[in-house]
């Protein structure tokens, strides 16, 4: 059963599935999806485009699935996800995509806290936090399991690492690669993840395996291909050294030093 206060606004189109709630003063668009069990407090407006999962919380004034904040939008047809159990809290500011990619996603089980901002055409992964005004321009990709601190404005076609850490009140201007502690201005490689990937049960070699290919990449006086070439022929091929290998190959912006 669904529940809408009576001073909500919620076109007669828009579907939400059973046990969604909606709070006082809330405003639901048409060519909107809201999954089972849903709560959606007060002062909400989820607009046009959007496609929200199940058992989602979206707090007091978030802003969810506006147009993007682009002079290239012409008005196309486009969407903004957002995935499962995710929490969205107060003042959130959510943007739908452009034609490039015709969205903006956003994962199952992820935490954004209050005043985050996602522009047009950002992918952010599964299980990420958003610490209260972090701002992603547009374009951003985040990887799934990580963390962002407080504050942090991340520059456009930026990409952050599965499992990498940034730390509150810095920038980040370039890519962050995978399962990494960044922070510093300007920001930089300050060792691994550990407090996460022990977190998340990463057994003990391959944690010693990944200090090894960080070792080659920011320790070892090496440019960036001879790095790469260190890693292919001394370190085992595991999921999470070609993951890095993988990254380091894409990286448009270049990574972090």
Request: proline share 4%; net charge neutral.
């Amino acid at each position: 059963m669904v529940s809408i206060h009576p001073t909500a606004i919620v076109h007669p189109k828009a579907r939400l599935g059973d046990g969604v709630t909606v709070g006082p003063f809330s405003v639901i668009e048409e060519n909107v999806e809201i999954g089972e069990n849903t709560r959606i407090d007060s002062h909400v407006l989820i607009a046009n485009g959007a496609r929200i999962g199940k058992n989602c919380h979206l707090h007091h004034g978030a802003v969810i699935s506006t147009i993007p904040q682009d002079l290239k939008f012409a008005g196309e047809e486009t969407f903004l996800e957002i995935g499962d159990n995710t929490i969205v809290r107060e003042y959130c500011d959510l943007n739908r995509g452009t034609k490039e990619r015709g969205k903006s996603v956003i994962g199952a089980n992820c935490l954004l806290m209050a005043y985050v901002h996602v522009a047009h055409d950002c992918i952010v992964g599964n299980n990420v936090i958003l610490a209260n005004g972090v701002q992603l321009a547009g374009h951003v990709t985040i990887e799934d399991f990580v963390t962002i601190g407080g504050m942090v404005p991340v520059h456009q076609f930026c990409r952050i690492g599965k499992h990498a850490f940034v730390g509150g009140g810095f920038r980040v201007v370039q890519d962050v690669p995978p399962y990494i502690l960044a922070a510093g201005e300007p920001l930089a490689y300050k060792g691994l993840n550990i407090i996460g990937l022990r977190r998340r049960g990463f057994p003990q070699e391959t944690i010693a395996l990944l200090r090894k290919c960080y070792r080659f990449l920011y320790q070892a006086k090496l440019n960036t291909s001879q790095a790469v070439e260190k890693i292919r022929s001394e370190l085992e091929p595991t999921p999470e050294i070609q993951a890095i290998l993988e990254f380091i190959e894409k990286s448009e912006r270049g990574f972090i030093r």
